[in-house]
């Protein structure tokens, strides 16, 4: 049963849904967004008058699969706010309600736009600018990978910016898993979705590998690149179609990838050497300097090297982001995330998720209740008095 620490039991839902036990803590100002699961508002903070971006989880406590990606969801938050690192989104709330067994609400700091505003505008037409956004979203990957964390889901849609200040968080974690338990790739009860296909890196397309801090990667070098252009230069409607785009850019895979691909997954090899036949005569030709620098117009020659470094098309060519952060093409601006930095060089512990390594099949859906109240009351109870328990 829901309960707040005053002991009340009944809340009901105002005109918009939203329980009296929730806005008397926030006072909504206005529908911002809408998603898979649920409804996010600008909301001002009675306590602390600060303007909050509150997150209506819709039912994500009815089902085994939502109630276990909500729980992942919660606790990795919940430790990456421990360290305060300026480019990664801070929750400052989780909220259960009274008289349900069904919705969450969690709280985060505002931020006014997203960095596909940002494309669309003109806020990233300088080569500065441009690497504003390279050198912070780097940082906070490389802090990731130091807590064993993979994003799963990075497009800009998930990278938060305050226009003021051109400061640059990783948000949304509705998809992120620990390194130590992400699914395997032959794993047919576990796997999940692994990102939105314009930024999913090639061996996820194609069904070859699991998730890792590489494909990250890859999805930050389609961001970077989107930057460099001004533009989604990747599109498509099925994965294929993204192969055959990726190629267009990067130029075929080497023959040791190729080789590799066909020994172990022969029908992807023949439809990546389709994709590789449709390049004969193009101009100019995919994978030259002169593609590349047509490609990303605003890119420096030094960012064209990192561009294909991040773009590899085998994951073992592609760098860590710890090794990004070292690339001359970053070299003069790092001092922009400094105090990113600084939380890097700090040693962070392994963020680890209760059951995270359990199959669905083998959780009831009253354990997952009690195991995200348990941590919403350890985290969230001294929030004065609006955190609410299950």
Request: hydrophobic share 35%; aromatic share 6%.
């Amino acid at each position: 049963m829901l309960r707040r620490a005053s002991g009340h039991t009944i809340s009901k839902p105002n005109k918009d849904g939203i329980p009296d036990a929730i806005l008397e803590r926030f006072e909504i100002v206005r529908q911002i967004g809408q998603g898979a699961y649920g409804l996010v508002y600008q909301a001002k903070d009675k306590k602390t008058e600060n303007t909050i971006a509150l997150k209506k989880c819709v039912k994500v406590l009815t089902n085994i699969t939502d109630a276990h990606r909500t729980l992942r969801e919660i606790c990795i938050l919940t430790e990456l706010r421990k360290s305060g690192h300026p480019n990664v989104v801070h929750m400052t709330h989780a909220m259960g309600v009274p008289g349900s067994r069904t919705d969450l609400y969690l709280a985060f700091e505002f931020f006014d736009g997203d960095m596909r505003s940002g494309i669309r505008s003109s806020l990233y037409r300088n080569h500065d600018a441009v690497m504003e956004v390279v050198v912070q979203v780097a940082c906070g990957l490389a802090y990731f990978e130091k807590c064993g964390l993979l994003h799963r889901d990075l497009k800009p849609e998930n990278l938060f910016v305050d226009t003021k200040t051109h400061r640059i968080v990783i948000g949304d974690f509705g998809l992120a898993r620990c390194q130590s338990t992400v699914p395997q790739v032959d794993d047919p009860e576990q796997k999940q979705s692994e990102g939105t296909l314009p930024y999913m890196a090639p061996e996820l397309l194609l069904g070859t590998d699991q998730a890792s801090y590489k494909s990250d990667i890859w999805a930050y070098g389609v961001i970077v690149g989107e930057l460099f252009c001004s533009s989604i230069f990747l599109r498509g409607r099925k994965k294929m179609d993204f192969i055959r785009k990726i190629v267009e850019v990067t130029g075929p895979p080497t023959d040791a990838y190729m080789k590799k691909l066909e020994s172990d997954l022969l029908p992807q090899c023949l439809e990546v050497e389709r994709c590789i036949e449709n390049l004969e005569g193009m101009d100019p030709e995919p994978g030259s300097d002169a593609c590349w620098e047509q490609q990303f117009p605003m890119a420096e020659p030094q960012d064209i090297d990192l561009l294909k470094t991040l773009l590899a098309f085998d994951p073992e060519h592609r760098p860590l982001a710890t090794s990004v952060m070292q690339h001359p093409a970053l070299a003069k601006h790092l001092a922009i995330s400094a105090e990113g930095i600084a939380v890097n060089e700090l040693s962070p512990q392994v963020i680890t998720v209760p059951l995270d390594d359990a199959l669905d099949s083998e959780l009831k859906i009253d354990d997952l209740r009690a195991t995200i109240s348990g941590v919403i009351e350890k985290s969230y109870s001294s929030g004065g008095g609006c955190c609410v328990l299950l």
